[in-house]
């Protein structure tokens, strides 16, 4: 074999090499300092260094470096008159940039605006996240004694018809897979527990085209939902009201019910119309 055949290039060496000898481009250290910042949680918003080396099997030494140039750098805190850090305003920054970038919550925006208008209720728009559903835009409603939830909450799937819709591709493995310890965690008496439960649950909205949820994560409210699918076809994220009342009549849900579905629909067509690299979205559908 002559040495011209045996040489390749930089690139077609790259492109024959096993994704796991990906791992030569890692960062450690920025691998570190990620994953000490996902130690933090809503449960746990305060940590000590200490904890942090216990957490990450790094030496105190170690992690102390990584506190101080995530403090440094914004993304980390001292909490005042103590030894523990929390998450700081660097962090927020970073994720509402995030959510300002995504496509669906752009064009979302003003479609759940006018849902707010047109119902007077809070409207809402959300994606999921492994077991969650995060609220990535809002319209606030006229009820302003109402709460209303804030964009970056997180609520769990399981328990909310916005989840049941975002789950509604999966098959029974892979729910199983997403949720392989059971009973689910119930919120309400009208929380699913199995798999079984959501899995029916789940199919009676995907076949409806939209879910109402009526105190099955929080009593005293109720929820209208429809999904949005993207130009693939799949769900992509969920549109949603909320009623400050454990239950609607028959004939509000017909009057409202429409109203979510229409607004889900038009940002589903906005979203099936993105121009992307390679051709059309509306290219690829008719292909």
Do not use: W
Not at 86 to 109: D, K, N, Q
Not at 118 to 141: C, E, I, N, P
């Amino acid at each position: 074999m002559s040495r011209t055949a045996a040489t390749k290039s930089v690139p077609e060496a790259e492109a024959d090499a096993p994704a796991a000898e990906d791992s030569r481009y890692l960062v450690p250290g920025l691998a570190r300092g990620l994953q000490l910042l996902t130690c933090f949680s809503r449960t746990e918003p305060q940590l000590s260094g200490a904890e942090l080396a216990r957490r990450l099997e790094l030496p105190r030494a170690s992690v102390f470096r990584l506190l101080q140039t995530l403090e440094q750098t914004g993304f980390v805190e001292r909490v005042p008159d103590s030894a523990s850090y929390r998450l700081a305003i660097g962090v927020l920054r970073l994720g509402f940039e995030y959510l300002a970038s995504m496509e669906v919550t752009e064009l979302g925006r003003p479609i759940i605006e006018q849902l707010r208008t047109d119902t007077g209720y809070s409207a809402h728009l959300v994606v999921r996240d492994g077991q969650d559903v995060v609220f990535v835009a809002k319209a606030v409603g006229a009820n302003a004694l109402f709460h209303s939830i804030q964009v970056g909450a997180r609520l769990p799937a399981h328990a909310t018809v916005l989840g049941r819709l975002l789950l509604s591709e999966l098959t029974m493995q892979e729910l199983a897979q997403l949720y392989p310890t059971t009973p689910l965690r119930s919120f309400t008496p009208r929380t699913p527990t199995t798999l079984a439960q959501l899995r029916a649950l789940i199919d009676t909205d995907r076949a409806n085209g939209y879910g109402i949820s009526q105190g099955g994560f929080e009593t005293g409210i109720t929820t209208i939902a429809a999904p949005v699918h993207n130009d693939r076809h799949e769900v992509a994220a969920a549109i949603s009201i909320t009623v400050p009342a454990q239950q609607i009549s028959a004939d509000q849900a017909g009057t409202l019910v429409p109203k979510v579905r229409q607004a889900a629909s038009a940002l589903s067509q906005m979203l099936a119309h993105i121009p992307h690299p390679g051709g059309s979205a509306a290219s690829r559908t008719s292909a």
